[in-house]
């Protein structure tokens, strides 16, 4: 089994699911058009298709599980557009996140314990704006990057291990990845790019996404 196996089996795993994936990305490139062209004076028409756009990504990443949605609404329309031309316009990876990261639902919070922000949505909306570039960071993309780095790039080998791992085990230690790490892992992503097949970040990251679902089932 290959990488490319893993991006050919998120792509056909669920059929709505990837439908979806392409119309948010759709979504995703007329914003980018719009940000490039309004820059800080978006209209009104601009300023609801951004936070459309974001209420939309929230619903990708919670895989529309209503419980887990409801805080990206409550940014408003311009602080939603902040965000993204600030994420756009970043000059490094840190001050990306970093912009999305003030909304809520997506890492302006902290947590108790840690006093850490949680990163992991707020890389799901830079898998969107900036799709060269970055993928989503998740458990399952932390936890299967990791073999694939102990096997060499051995998928197969990677493979074999995943399953020797608990998934709950998995999820509960990747549960807290803050933007220092979703940084890092994404120039992991970045450096395994090639042509023709995985020429963007999003690419490599879906790829292990998709070998981490067939390590490690999606709950029904």
Known sequence: ??????????????????TFTLNVETLALEIQDLISRCGDSPDSRALSAAHKLLIEIEKWKAMCLKERMGNAEQNSPQTVWNAFLGALTAQNDLDAIHSIMRLRGFGSSRDEESGQRRAKVATAALRFLKPQTWG?????????????????????????????????????VYDLIDENGACAYNQMYRDMRTSPSFQRAVDVEMAIFGLSLIAWKMPS
């Open 136 to 172: 989503v960071v998740d458990w399952r993309t932390a936890a299967m990057l990791g073999l694939l780095v102990e096997t060499k790039g051995d998928v197969d080998a990677a493979l074999r291990l995943a399953k020797k791992h608990d998934a709950k085990e998995l999820r509960e």
């Open 1 to 18: 089994m290959t990488m490319l196996d893993g991006l050919d089996y998120y792509k056909t795993y669920s059929a709505s699911d990837w």
